[in-house]
């Protein structure tokens, strides 16, 4: 499957399409080395199109690629290095962007969203802001069990961009 025809059973909203030119023009501006412009977008709370904007960036520049991360580790803001969550809070969700059940201590920040604000949701949404310096993540669903979540604890959905992120590894344990 085509990763266009995955995206049609998803029920997450998408980036908005880009054309290659817009995508070439991304990539010259953010790499995962400087996200100097995509920090620039963040502002709390977040516009539809700020947000959009930090949408298609995360996906060009990372393909999101920490969906499919595994590792021991801890993830951060990428701005300012807040911790954010565990990897043990970590789930395979139906999203694009990867997903956890919940954040560590006084790593997030959230802003309710209306019921039925957000795309077709008639759950509990929330905007997700780094505790630390308030960059803007994703969004919080109230829908984690039935989002694939299987942890005892399951109850919220994070969906996070990739760009918005670090990764940091445990070190090894002897």
């Known amino acids: 499957m ?3 025809e995955a995206w049609q ?7 908005p399409r880009l054309t290659a030119e817009q995508k070439a023009a991304l990539q010259t501006k953010m790499t995962l080395e400087d996200r100097t412009e995509y920090f620039a977008l963040s502002r709390c709370p977040i516009t539809a199109e700020a947000e959009q904007s930090m949408e298609s960036a995360s996906h060009v520049v990372t393909k999101e690629h920490y969906t499919d991360h595994w590792e021991r580790g801890q993830y951060r803001c990428a701005r300012c290095g807040h911790a954010l969550y565990a990897n043990t809070a970590k789930f395979v969700g139906p999203c694009l962007w990867p997903s956890f059940r919940e954040g560590v201590a006084d790593g997030i920040k959230t802003i309710v969203v209306p019921t039925g604000a957000y795309n077709s949701y008639e759950c509990e949404v929330h905007e997700l802001y780094c505790g630390g310096c308030s960059l803007f993540l994703g969004h919080k669903f109230d829908d984690g069990p039935a989002s694939g979540d299987t942890h005892a604890d399951a109850r919220w959905r994070h969906c996070v961009l990739t760009l918005s992120l670090r ?7 002897d």
């Open 9 to 15: 059973h998803m029920e997450c909203r998408l980036p």
């Open 167 to 173: 990764f940091e590894a445990y070190g090894d344990v």
């Open 2 to 4: 085509t990763e266009p």
